[in-house]
């Protein structure tokens, strides 16, 4: 556009210009500051090229902007930014303007744009605050338009003065002659003003005469100060014109100056005049003159009179002064050397204009309004006279003295200011003249800054009178003294912005110490340096605060750094610059500052400057680095940036991200200097280093300030572009790895603001977009995100998961949360906040900020703020979700668990209210977005926490929520999270995951709602469609892989149970495939909305089919054989179905060997591999998992099991190696060693006696035996304290070292003999011993520093621990008890004993090599002992030096008994959450992963449960128990080895497990699983008998269930009696106690009927009547709680109903529980049940119920399949009774099967043939859907099973199979018939299983492709193979019965079998064998005979000659 219409493009950025000004824009932020800058930038370029365009353009803008109406301050300020902003434009176009432009544009500037400019110049109100600095602009913009255009501007001032000589003495307007002193003049344009005003100057009145001798002086000084050169010039070569006009114009003057006033008036600038007339000065100058010169002379002279103070008036001496400033200020820019005789005159009149000026007696003042003009007077005298002779310091010393007035102090710093600013011409002086004074110029600023300092905070922050410059202040404070102190803090800090803004000038001056010892000059350094930072914060003086960090700039610059200490510049540096940083963070951190953007921009120039000081000197950057005050400054800048990156202010955020470069330079030199690695310094560097390069991505310099400009635009033009940077940093904020403490610091101090944020925006909430409230999120985030490093710092040793428990509500201090919400002031919010706070409160990390943090933050998500409550949950659940660090996730994980588990602790229902429900809806949204986002670093902290408890907590919260539209999408969304869960499965960590996602599949089912829901809206519809669809895609993740584990069922066995759970699902799901194929066939014409349902019901039945794929996979073995008839169901859409799932399943490459009867044993062989598999560092995952869960109670067997299976595998080192290794790591020294009762020594004293024994008898036998047979007066006692009468101590000592001696040297000569298990045992636990600290270290330093590390840990000799160990645990105990160890037949006697009991002490110590001490007896055999140690030491080495290899090992376990797989699959069951929990706790992530756990924990699936085994008791059979009759007579009868008695036990009607709270083991008895009729009732006693009888000579309790129990369980009277006799007395004494637990109205009338038997229990203490698993809990701990499953889900997810009435004969009141399976009706009253009030519980379960009816509002009937009448019930809320209980009851009717009947057992083998069956038959079908699905049956089978069909079948999803494809499978047939002859036998079998199932058209298609089979028989009968022939003979006996019972099919089946099988010359034989077998069975003349001889006609056919040769 630019390039062709120019002039429209033009506009067009003119208008954007005017649109951005602020006046247009209103409220001033930095992007639209960006934007005007670059308009402005734009426009100034373009006028270069199209002035006149923009130049008008601008000034229509300015006119415009003049004539705008404002209202209020905030307009009128951001009218004069505006008028600001197009003046500055205006003024750089006409500076910029090129000289050739066209004379039209003068033309067109004169008339529009002068008015303008001189409107601005023209209305200057004392009043407007801001008229100055716009008369300066306006100024400016006409000195830029006089450049170029004097013209105009001269024609308008003489136009002017033309007017003022005709107009009247009232009507002066001097306005435009003023124009004068803003125009550039040179010296031309200064003749024409001055030749101008000669002509006019007699005719102008007298105020206009006035206004020009005013202006012509200013023009004069714009002349010398922008042309010095000509000015000087003037002097060398005098112009006459310009002294001739300048002489006529002071005539002219002179006449005019008749009076003192008007003389007063003139003298200015007769002086000036005079000056440029340097002829007539050098004239004037000698005593006489002539004439026309005289007045000049004259003038001189009144001059120098008015000076000294002669000129008879005050206001002479005043303009004399004025006058002479102006004369000595002229004279500097005359050169020196040109000797000039104004020199002499200014000698002449100095001294007295000093004195007059500078005398603090008698300060100079010419009244009230003239302030300004005397401090420029004075400055100008001061610099004039430096300027003349810098030397002459008399007024400087003046000036400087502490106690001049303060306006002497402010004239001289300004003057050096000016000094030091403006010295251009080369002979003026420079500043250094001066540097001597800068000790008192330092004395100066620290006196006034401490006044200031003083002075602020004794008064309110001063808001000066905006229209007074600094200079009035000052000097009006000085007047009026009388104001006090306010003026005077005024004045000085006047002064201390003039002596800020003179170090910023010149910092060499205020830092010059020539004489000053380092210490003195370091310290006057700082003090300045500190003293300015002081004034960066200071709010009320912006200027002040802006040039002190201009100063501090300078002062930071490189080369100015080494002036702060000559003599130790980085020394010094650290110090100071550390003191810098420290201070203006600490600052900026406590929001102390109001500019901090701008702070922290300039901060980061400092921090550039400090890096370039550093660079600078490199090499010895880091010398005084140390310094504590250096790491505190360096701590507060990072925690000063962190706490910026969550300002609202992007720009802020962006500048702190740059500033992390800087920290990163710095620690790269830093790092360099010392030769570190940069993490030392700096642990964050790498995340620095990316936040400083997301700051600078679009920009191009590495610092410069534009690409910040930059980046701010672009992220404050997007709507999201606060949010976004926000994401960029809370991302970056996640990576920090380290904790530091400037992170720690700012998370806290962040977390303290976000506290008082949260109560701020709670209680005095304000508009969403506000800033406030989008800081608020920014620091949540940013806490989120940060969060993770501080739990890091505090992390404590324990496992993530750990939760200390609370103290007594009372003592606890309330939660933050409860405290935030009580102040909420609105109520709602208040009751909302605090329903979670009692939950967040009990929370278990509270106590750390984090935990708090997180709880309030937990609290927020249900904050039900009028206003703000919906932004607040939003925000919080968003940045929980997505930006919260993944170290985070644990404790998180376990926070929600707590609070959603808050819901289900209390009794009864779960508490369903609002608060609740957000709160679950929240958390589901959490989680998705948590598992979803992919976090860098999520996958290793997810598992840190099981997620189990509450996943399912928040499926049972929801499944009660109903279904209205709120819950249905809730459960929807929880689905959706489920599915997620399963996608992240790898990163989390399940305790117990088989069993929770069963649990999950039994829930999620249930919200499959199919055509069941009779839903009357269409949006309800589809609503319930999409839950359909997503409970199905989460209940095919949940299903993949998943072995079906049903609760504990009923008397039922486990593959039974999981058959029949199979069932359910599969029966569900093909209902469910039912209703998508219903409703997409009812034909209804399609719409919209219809064909959004088709596709969602095309996509739920992909899911369904996916969901049976998956649940068929993983539980083949319980479910092919009960699915596999659907193959030929009547349903032709079933079938199909059921093709797609065995495709499926077959692609998906499930394992059919599940399917073999070995199966079980395979499982547990893939267990003990499990637990015995090893890492690849030779860790034992399982193993020490195992190891370190198991309770103590359980080592011995745990040892036995270990050891016995390790060893199994030749893996007992690798064992030992982790169990010894752990042992020495805790030990805490070698004495300790193996002496507790740890796993560990289990584990080794196991060994020892199994690998040990035989060895210890062959070598101690024969000395026992010798010892035993010694003399009996030989004693070895040798306690003098224990010696019987007659013995000799000494003779004693030596018979004890006899023995001793001859023990010891046996066994040290016995290394050959030592077994070489043991070997290993001594080997590894050597080796563990030294490598105790290597054990974190690699294989090759293992191998490199074995030595060192056996020194670090114990420093004694490790083999110590071997002998110390062996002889402890091994050999002494042999020794001490023969006859226990077996050694021995019979105890020894006492005295030998004692020998040996000594004789082994002296043997422990030589092992341990340690003397005796302690035991004084002992200490003769020191000697002894000492002598030993090395050939007990040759002796340890020499069996533990060396490990055998393990093939040469004799593995006398490598059978393992199934009792010890058996104890491993129970300690693994039992332990299998905790094991969970250990390895998600302490797993290392990369070492050894979650594979074992969760292949451990599938395979403990497919093996269910272990059998119950009783609480061992190993007191019970050294009693001597007396056995009953009855006991005898079982016992006699070997009724246990019965097969009924062995059932029973498996039915677990009566068991043992756990134990109560006093310590007696407890019993269960479940009532419902007796069956009175079907079980042998003295086979329950002695069962009962026998489970009792280890236990029943103590206390012990018992449990009867009596869930749903009921006539089929009782006991009749005569077996109810019996059990009263048949158990010893004893053993009904020790009833401690009997729970009954669930009765019944059924057991109370029982109980009434056989009262006379139940006496003794009536009213009996030890009965106690238990109504909830709560109540048990009093007595028995819940975890040692065994009442079964199903009693325990009646508990669970129960819709409670109060107050309802159950009609009878007599009413009663009763509670109403429906739950998933089941309705509990339960008394509300106590009834009395054998003399003790009861609660009546009666439980009807969902497939009882026959019929439920609603009689009307409040009345409805149950009747039930077993009571004849009805019950009646009166409730207020019948309907939604009905509705949950017909929901039950439909559910149980969508889960059961209908009759599939079971196929015969399948084997592994069976199942090609079977399918291929199945793929070939229903190829023929007639429907196109099942042909499809058929064929890609077949094609998986032959892909899976790999068999050879020539030409290859191509698997599709649309291919059309025809109809008459007989032929195909017929071809196809004959092709795997010859090619897999094989399959033969299975799949005939199959043929002829599936031929009865088939309809006409599919039998002849059977047929056809059977035929090619039945040539292959003959292979399996050549064979000397009696079973395949056997096998051959039943397919022909099935063959022989088809054709007998296929009537319809007779002739086919006599064609195509027996012709074909006839042709068969070898299967002839057995043919006719079956025949005869077949014809005799059925006798002559029957049927079978007759059919039988047919088919003989049939079989000669094939093969007449050999049929009649076999008939003979």
Not at 266 to 287: H, N, S, Y
Not at 1447 to 1453: A, E, G, R
């Amino acid at each position: 556009m630019a390039a062709h219409k120019p002039v429209e493009w033009v506009q067009a950025v003119i208008t954007r210009f005017d649109d951005q000004l602020p006046i247009k824009a209103g409220h001033q932020n930095t992007h639209t500051k960006v934007s005007t800058e670059h308009n402005k930038e734009c426009l100034i370029n373009i006028s270069k090229y199209k002035f006149s365009l923009v130049i008008s353009g601008l000034t229509g803008i300015l006119k415009n902007v003049n004539n705008m109406r404002i209202f209020g301050d905030v307009q009128e300020k951001n009218l004069y930014l505006s008028q600001l902003v197009i003046l500055d434009t205006l003024e750089k176009c006409l500076a910029g303007q090129s000289k050739d432009c066209l004379r039209l544009d003068e033309t067109m500037l004169v008339k529009q744009l002068l008015p303008e400019i001189c409107h601005f110049i023209h209305t200057y109100r004392e009043g407007h605050p801001h008229a100055a600095e716009l008369r300066a602009s306006a100024s400016g913009v006409l000195f830029s338009l006089s450049c170029n255009n004097f013209n105009a501007v001269f024609s308008r001032i003489s136009t002017r003065l033309q007017e003022l000589t005709v107009c009247s003495e009232d009507t002066v307007d001097v306005h435009d002659i003023e124009l004068m002193q803003y125009i550039n003049v040179d010296c031309a344009k200064l003749k024409r003003l001055l030749q101008e005003t000669v002509m006019k100057f007699k005719a102008l009145k007298k105020p206009a005469q006035l206004a020009v001798i005013n202006s012509l002086e200013k023009a004069f000084w714009n002349w010398v100060e922008n042309y010095p050169d000509e000015f000087t010039m003037l002097y060398r070569r005098p112009q006459t014109d310009m002294a001739e006009a300048a002489e006529k114009l002071f005539d002219l003057v002179d006449s005019f100056a008749e009076s003192a006033k008007r003389k007063a008036a003139v003298w200015p600038l007769q002086i000036i005049l005079l000056i440029l007339c340097p002829e007539i000065t050098q004239t004037i100058t000698r005593d006489t003159v002539e004439e026309s010169k005289a007045n000049k002379k004259l003038f001189l002279d009144s001059l120098r009179k008015a000076l000294a103070g002669q000129g008879g008036s005050k206001q002479l001496t005043e303009s004399a002064a004025i006058a002479c400033v102006k004369l000595c200020k002229a004279s500097t820019y005359i050169n020196w050397e040109d000797h000039s005789v104004i020199f002499l005159l200014v000698q002449s009149i100095v001294m007295d204009l000093k004195t007059l000026l500078f005398n603090p007696a008698k300060p100079f003042w010419r009244g009230t309004g003239s302030q300004n003009a005397d401090v420029d007077l004075m400055m100008d005298c001061f610099v004039s006279c430096f300027r003349i002779n810098p030397h002459n310091n008399q007024h400087f010393k003046v000036c400087l003295a502490a106690s001049s007035p303060s306006i002497f102090h402010f004239v001289l710093v300004n003057s050096l200011h000016r000094i030091i600013t403006n010295s251009h011409l080369d002979w003026w002086p420079k500043i250094d003249a001066v540097y001597s004074y800068s000790g008192e110029l330092r004395f100066m600023f620290s006196d006034t800054l401490n006044r200031v300092i003083q002075g602020l905070n004794t008064h309110a922050p001063l808001r000066g009178t905006p229209s007074l410059t600094f200079k009035e202040k000052m000097t009006t404070s000085l007047k009026f003294k009388e104001k006090g102190a306010e003026l005077d803090t005024r004045s000085y800090k006047c002064l201390l912005l003039a002596l800020v803004k003179l170090i910023h000038a010149d910092p060499k001056l205020m830092l010059h110490n020539p004489v000053k010892q380092a210490p003195e000059i370091q310290s006057s350094a700082a003090e300045l340096i500190t003293g300015l930072v002081q004034l960066v914060p200071l709010a009320n003086s912006a200027q002040l605060s802006q040039e002190a960090m201009e100063a501090l700039l300078v002062l930071h610059q490189p080369e100015t750094i080494e002036l702060w200490n000559p003599d130790g510049p980085i020394e010094t540096f650290w110090d100071i610059s550390s003191q810098v940083l420290f201070l203006i963070c600490r600052k900026l951190i406590g929001h102390q500052i109001v500019n901090g953007t701008e702070v922290l921009k300039w901060l980061r120039e400092i921090l550039i400057c400090r890096n370039k000081f550093l660079l600078k000197n490199k090499d010895c950057a880091t010398q005084g680095s140390c310094i504590p005050f250096c790491r505190q400054a360096q701590t507060k800048l990072e925690v000063c940036l962190y706490m910026f990156l969550w300002s609202p202010d992007a720009e802020a955020v962006l500048v702190a991200m740059s500033c992390f470069r800087h920290l990163c330079e710095e620690a790269d030199i830093r790092s360099a200097a010392d030769e570190v690695p940069v993490q030392n310094i700096l642990p964050n560097y790498v995340t620095f280093s990316e936040l400083a390069s997301v700051s600078n991505m679009m920009g191009t310099g590495q610092t410069g300030w534009r690409s910040i400009d930059e980046i701010l635009t672009y992220f404050s033009r997007r709507n999201s572009g606060r949010s976004t940077l926000q994401k960029r940093v809370m991302a970056l904020l996640r990576r920090i790895e380290h904790p530091t403490p400037g992170n720690i610091e700012a998370w806290e101090d962040t977390h303290a603001k976000w506290d008082q944020t949260t109560k701020h925006i709670l209680n005095f909430p304000k508009n969403k977009g506000d800033d406030g409230q989008q800081e608020w999120i920014n620091m949540t985030g940013f806490l989120c995100a940060l969060g993770g490093v501080c739990l890091q710092q505090r992390s404590t040793p324990g496992p993530a998961t750990y939760s200390p428990p609370m103290g007594p509500v009372n003592e606890r201090k309330p939660s933050m949360i409860s405290v935030g919400s009580c102040e909420t002031p609105n109520s709602a919010a208040a009751a909302s906040c605090s329903a979670l706070s009692s939950s967040a409160a009990a929370a278990a990390c509270s106590e750390t900020p984090l935990g708090r943090f997180l709880d309030r933050l937990l609290a927020l998500l249900v904050c039900g703020h009028d206003r703000v409550g919906l932004h607040v949950r939003t925000n919080v659940k968003d940045l929980l979700g997505l930006e919260l660090s993944p170290a985070l996730y644990p404790m998180l994980f376990n926070k929600l668990r707590n609070n959603i588990g808050k819901f289900f602790d209390t009794q009864g229902p779960v508490p369903i209210n609002d608060t609740n429900t957000q709160f679950v809806e929240q958390t589901i949204a959490i989680m998705k977005n948590l598992l979803d986002s992919h976090t860098e670093g999520s996958s290793e902290h997810l598992g840190q926490a099981s997620i189990e408890t509450m996943m399912l907590n928040l499926v049972r919260y929801v499944r009660i929520l109903g279904n209205m539209v709120h819950a249905i999408q809730i459960k929807t969304k929880l689905c959706q999270l489920v599915e997620v869960m399963m996608e992240r499965r790898d990163d989390l960590s399940f305790c117990q995951e088989m069993k929770f996602r069963n649990k999950m599949v039994e829930y999620l089912t249930d919200w499959v709602m199919g055509t069941s829901n009779q839903a009357a809206d269409d949006d309800i519809k589809c609503l319930t469609r999409d839950l359909d669809q997503a409970s199905m895609e989460a209940v095919v993740s949940l299903l993949a892989g998943l072995p079906l584990q049903p609760e504990e069922g009923d008397g039922v066995e486990l593959m039974e149970a999981k058959s029949q759970l199979f069932l359910k699902y599969f029966t569900l799901f093909m209902n469910l495939l039912n209703d998508c194929s219903e409703v997409e066939d009812d034909g209804q014409p399609v719409g919209g909305r219809k064909r959004g349902m088709s596709r969602r019901l095309a996509s739920l039945r992909h899911c369904t089919v996916l969901a049976m794929s998956n649940l068929l996979n993983a539980n083949v073995d319980s479910g092919l054989m009960h699915s596999i008839g659907l193959g030929y169901h009547k349903d032709l859409q079933t079938r199909a179905t059921f093709m797609e799932v065995l495709t499926k399943i077959l692609q998906q490459g499930t394992e059919f060997d599940t399917l073999a009867e070995t199966v079980l044993a395979d499982r547990f062989e893939r267990l003990v591999e499990l637990v015995t598999m090893m890492g690849d560092q030779g860790e034992l995952p399982i193993a020490m998992a195992l190891a370190n869960v198991v309770p103590g109670s359980q080592w011995d067997e745990l040892a036995r099991v270990l050891v016995t299976l390790f060893d199994s595998r030749h893996l007992l080192y690798q064992l030992l190696w982790n169990m010894f290794s752990k042992e020495v790591e805790l030990a805490d020294s070698m004495q300790t060693l193996f002496r507790g009762n740890s796993l560990a020594s289990k584990i080794m004293t196991f060994c020892f006696k199994v690998y040990g024994a035989a060895y210890l008898q062959k070598l101690l036998e024969p000395l026992l035996r010798g010892v035993i047979t010694t003399a009996e007066h030989i004693s070895f006692e040798v306690d003098p304290t224990r010696l019987e009468q007659g013995e000799n101590l000494e003779e004693n000592q030596r018979n004890l070292l006899q023995i001793t001696e001859r023990f010891f040297q046996a066994i040290i000569g016995s290394s050959n003999e030592f077994p070489p298990q043991l070997r290993s045992v001594c080997h590894c636990l050597y080796q563990a011993t030294c490598h105790s600290l290597l054990n974190k270290a690699t294989v090759k330093e293992k191998k490199e520093n074995k030595k060192a590390v056996v020194s670090q840990r114990f420093p004694q000799n490790s083999i110590g621990a071997v002998g110390s160990a062996m002889f402890l645990r091994f050999i002494n105990p042999a020794i001490v008890s023969p006859y226990e160890a077996g050694i021995l037949d019979k105890k020894p006697l006492p005295r030998i004993e004692r020998g040996l009991k000594l004789m082994s002490k002296i043997l422990q110590s030589i092992a341990n090599h340690v003397l005796f001490t302690k035991e004084e007896h002992m200490r003769p055999f020191n000697d002894f002992v000492k002598s030993n140690f090395d050939d007990a030491r040759r002796f340890f080495l020499d069996i533990a030096s060396d490990s055998p290899p393990s093939d040469s090992i004799n593995h006398s376990l490598s059978f393992i008994s199934d009792g010890n797989v058996l104890a491993l699959h129970r300690l693994l069951w039992n332990n299998q959450e905790r094991i969970g929990q250990y390895l998600s706790s302490n797993r290392d992530h990369k070492a050894v992963g979650r594979r074992p756990f969760d292949k451990m924990a599938t395979l403990l699936a497919y093996l269910g449960p272990p059998e119950h085994k009783p609480v061992a008791d190993t007191h019970w059979s050294s009693l001597n128990l007396t056995s009953s009759k009855f006991e005898e007579f079982m016992t006699r009868h070997q009724v246990h080895e019965k097969e009924e008695f062995k059932a029973l036990k498996t039915l677990n009607i009566f068991y043992q497990a756990g134990t109560s709270k006093t310590g007696n083991p407890v019993f269960y008895y479940v009532a419902r699983r007796f069956k009175t009729g079907q079980i042998n009732g003295d086979l329950l006693i002695y069962h009962v008998l026998l489970t009792l009888k280890p236990y029943y000579a103590k206390p012990y309790e018992i449990v009867v269930d009596l869930t749903h129990v009921g006539p089929s369980n009782r006991f009749k009277t005569d077996f109810l009696s019996k059990w009263f006799v048949v158990f010893p007395g004893f053993a009904y004494e020790n009833v401690a106690a009997v729970y009954v637990y669930n009765c019944n109205t059924w057991v109370r009338e029982y109980t009434k009927y056989h009262e006379r038997l139940l006496t003794g229990l009536k009213g009996s203490k030890r009965l106690q009547f238990i109504d909830s698993p709560g109540k048990l809990a009093e007595h028995i701990e819940p975890d040692q709680q065994k009442l079964p499953a199903a009693t325990l889900a009646l508990e669970e997810d129960l819709k409670v109903f109060h107050n309802a009435l159950k009609l009878a004969h007599k009413d009663t009141k009763v509670s109403i529980k429906v739950g998933s399976s089941a309705v509990q009706v339960t008394s509300a009253e106590r009834t009395r049940v054998l003399g003790q009030p009861v609660f009546l519980n009666d439980v009807y379960y969902a497939s009882e119920i026959e019929e439920i009816c609603l009689v009307d509002e409040s009345q409805f009937t149950l009747t039930m399949a077993n009571q004849g009448t009805p019950l009646t019930f009166m409730h207020q809320e019948c309907d939604a009774i009905v509705q949950s209980i017909i929901h039950i009851r439909t559910r149980w009717e969508l889960s059961q099967p209908d009759s599939i009947p079971q196929h015969t057992k399948i084997r592994p083998k069976d199942v090609p043939g079977t399918l291929l069956n199945i793929a070939l038959l229903n190829l023929g079908s007639s429907d196109p859907s099942l042909r499809s699905a058929a064929y890609n049956l077949l094609c998986a089978l032959t892909c899976t099973f790999n068999l050879k069909i020539e030409g290859q079948l191509l698997e599709t999803s649309g291919l059309c199979i025809p109809a008459n494809n007989t032929l195909f499978i017929v071809s196809i047939s004959k092709t795997l018939a010859a090619n897999e002859p094989h399959l033969t036998l299975e799949f005939l079998e199959e043929c002829i299983s599936g031929f009865s199932k088939s309809s006409i058209e599919l039998k002849h298609l059977c047929l056809e492709y059977m035929t090619p089979w039945l040539l292959n028989l003959v292979r399996f009968c050549k064979h000397n193979d009696d079973a395949k022939r056997q096998r051959v003979t039943a397919i022909l006996d099935k063959l022989i019965t088809m054709t007998i019972n296929e009537k319809q099919m007779y002739p086919s089946i006599q064609a195509k079998i027996w012709g074909s099988l006839g042709q068969i010359t070898d299967l002839l034989d057995v043919v006719l064998d079956s025949f005869i077998k077949t014809s005799a069975t059925g006798g002559l003349g029957s049927i079978k005979a007759e059919v039988m001889a047919d088919t003989a006609v049939a079989l000669a056919s094939g093969n007449v000659k050999l049929v009649s040769s076999k008939d003979k």
